[in-house]
């Protein structure tokens, strides 16, 4: 408990650095001093390490495990950290802390361990990362380097050669181009095709951050060029999208309409933010009635097969073309059972009814339910109904 009170004291204060919360020098001081980071060295270095087409659509445990890791790298990969802030699963902010001659010397080390860590990380499991920073010779000024090595993110399109996309080094973004990638693109259509309106707005809060310097003002031409191009995605989706409801229709004729006359492109850029999502969620809904037609025929398969001893996840996955993952995921969400315990279930079930019978010995009943054993039967009787089958007493001529 106390460990876990120390660090969310930690991640307080970094937050209040680095959004510039503290007033004073004393202020900073004081909240500085209890995790003993250096107040008086020479420069001060804002790095945000940024994974690079982070894929969401794995597994939390997976995205958290990479991130992980990745913080370790980074934190073995310098010997002067005072600290390591989690923006989000995409990025992680350093600060660290130089006793060199000069600000060249000190870009020249960053950028050496820099190059190790892409290396290091890449090799070892796939994980493309970029830096951007910012330094400072004032422990005070953290968050205006914070804020800068922010807007240096916007500049790697334009200096791919640099490891660290410094802020004094780099040219704006929006005298020449916008953030688009076409892995987001891609990824885009991925997420409305599988109706995922749960990680669009995360999506689209990453489209507004990477091209907030040409978002605001409307007539940019750079910023029409991105709408335009998003535009493009949506008549893709929204020509292979089928009854969809008339607001949606409605919408798309007035983003169309604004594209043409060049007119309100940030309330355009949310006209589109909304049209995706709604989408999304069409399709989604769409999907999940496909889920739920497939499931009945997948119970309905299981009913008739419980009693094979050969039936499971991956042979009735198999009989569907589907994988076991996407089975098992669909039959706990539809029926709240995980696929074992419905079969298990279903055996027990009818194995009751066959011991009120009195007609036959358990081995018998063990093979009629789909079980190569009385001893599995019998394990799996006590697991389901708490006691043995014995207990009922009405077996023709037991064989324990």
Same mark, same amino acid.
Request: with cysteine; glycine share 4%.
């Given at each position: 408990?106390?460990?876990? !009170?120390?660090? &969310?004291?930690?991640?307080?204060?970094?937050?209040?650095?680095?959004?510039?919360?503290?007033?004073?020098?004393?202020?900073?001081?004081?909240? &500085?001093?209890?995790?003993?980071?250096? =107040?008086?060295?020479?420069? $001060?270095?804002?790095?945000?390490?940024?994974?690079?087409?982070?894929?969401?659509?794995?597994?939390?445990?997976?995205?958290?495990?990479?991130?992980?890791?990745?913080?370790?790298?980074?934190?073995?990969? =310098?010997?002067?950290?005072?600290?390591?802030?989690?923006?989000?699963?995409?990025?992680?902010?350093?600060?660290?802390?130089?006793? %060199?001659?000069?600000?060249?010397?000190?870009?020249?080390?960053?950028?050496?361990?820099?190059?190790?860590?892409?290396?290091?990380?890449?090799?070892?499991?796939?994980?493309?990362?970029?830096?951007?920073?910012?330094?400072?010779?004032?422990?005070?000024?953290?968050?205006?380097?914070?804020?800068?090595?922010?807007?240096?993110?916007?500049?790697?399109?334009?200096?791919?050669?640099?490891?660290?996309?410094?802020?004094?080094?780099?040219?704006?973004?929006?005298?020449?181009?916008?953030?688009?990638?076409?892995?987001?693109?891609?990824?885009?259509?991925?997420?409305?095709?599988?109706?995922?309106?749960?990680?669009?707005?995360?999506?689209?809060?990453?489209?507004?951050?990477?091209?907030? $310097?040409?978002?605001?003002?409307?007539?940019?031409?750079?910023?029409?060029?991105?709408?335009?191009?998003?535009?493009?995605?949506?008549?893709?989706? =929204?020509?292979?999208?089928?009854?969809?409801?008339?607001?949606?229709?409605?919408?798309?004729?007035?983003?169309?309409?604004?594209?043409?006359?060049?007119?309100?492109?940030?309330?355009?850029?949310?006209?589109?933010?909304?049209?995706?999502?709604?989408?999304?969620?069409?399709?989604?809904?769409?999907?999940?009635?496909?889920?739920?037609?497939? %499931?009945?025929?997948?119970?309905?398969?299981?009913?008739?097969?419980?009693?094979?001893?050969?039936?499971?996840?991956?042979?009735?996955?198999?009989?569907?073309?589907?994988?076991?993952?996407? %089975?098992?995921? %669909?039959?706990?969400?539809?029926?709240?059972?995980?696929?074992?315990?419905?079969?298990?279930?279903? !055996?027990?079930?009818?194995?009751?009814?066959?011991?009120?019978?009195?007609?036959?010995?358990?081995?018998?009943?063990?093979?009629?339910?789909? $079980?190569?054993?009385?001893?599995?039967?019998? !394990?799996?009787?006590?697991?389901?109904?708490?006691?043995?089958?014995?207990?009922?007493?009405?077996?023709?001529?037991?064989? $324990?």
């Amino acid at each position: 408990m106390r460990r876990c !009170r120390k660090f &969310l004291i930690t991640r307080l204060i970094f937050h209040n650095l680095l959004t510039g919360r503290y007033h004073t020098e004393e202020e900073i001081r004081e909240n &500085l001093s209890k995790f003993n980071i250096k =107040f008086y060295a020479p420069f $001060y270095v804002i790095l945000i390490a940024s994974i690079n087409d982070l894929d969401t659509e794995s597994k939390l445990e997976e995205i958290s495990a990479h991130k992980i890791y990745v913080n370790r790298i980074l934190a073995q990969s =310098f010997d002067n950290v005072e600290g390591i802030y989690n923006l989000d699963f995409e990025r992680t902010v350093l600060l660290l802390s130089y006793d %060199l001659p000069n600000y060249i010397d000190v870009m020249e080390h960053v950028e050496k361990n820099t190059e190790n860590i892409v290396e290091q990380l890449y090799t070892s499991v796939k994980i493309s990362i970029s830096f951007s920073g910012d330094i400072d010779s004032e422990i005070t000024k953290i968050p205006s380097s914070f804020f800068n090595a922010n807007i240096a993110i916007n500049y790697r399109q334009k200096n791919p050669s640099y490891t660290v996309q410094w802020f004094n080094k780099a040219e704006y973004v929006d005298q020449f181009s916008f953030y688009y990638p076409i892995e987001l693109e891609t990824k885009l259509i991925a997420l409305v095709n599988a109706g995922n309106s749960v990680e669009l707005p995360e999506l689209f809060e990453k489209i507004e951050r990477r091209n907030k $310097y040409i978002t605001g003002t409307d007539g940019n031409s750079i910023f029409y060029g991105l709408l335009q191009s998003m535009n493009s995605n949506l008549t893709r989706i =929204f020509n292979d999208s089928r009854n969809l409801p008339p607001k949606e229709v409605k919408i798309r004729g007035k983003i169309l309409t604004q594209l043409e006359k060049q007119d309100n492109l940030l309330q355009t850029f949310y006209l589109l933010k909304e049209l995706f999502i709604s989408i999304a969620a069409n399709n989604r809904e769409e999907l999940r009635k496909k889920d739920s037609s497939l %499931l009945v025929e997948i119970r309905k398969y299981i009913n008739e097969h419980y009693t094979d001893p050969q039936l499971s996840l991956a042979s009735v996955a198999n009989v569907f073309s589907i994988t076991e993952v996407y %089975l098992s995921c %669909l039959f706990k969400q539809e029926t709240g059972e995980n696929f074992s315990k419905y079969v298990e279930r279903l !055996r027990m079930e009818r194995a009751i009814e066959l011991i009120e019978k009195g007609d036959f010995m358990m081995n018998e009943i063990a093979e009629m339910v789909g $079980y190569n054993s009385p001893q599995v039967f019998r !394990r799996a009787y006590k697991r389901h109904y708490g006691n043995t089958p014995t207990s009922a007493n009405k077996f023709k001529n037991p064989t $324990y």
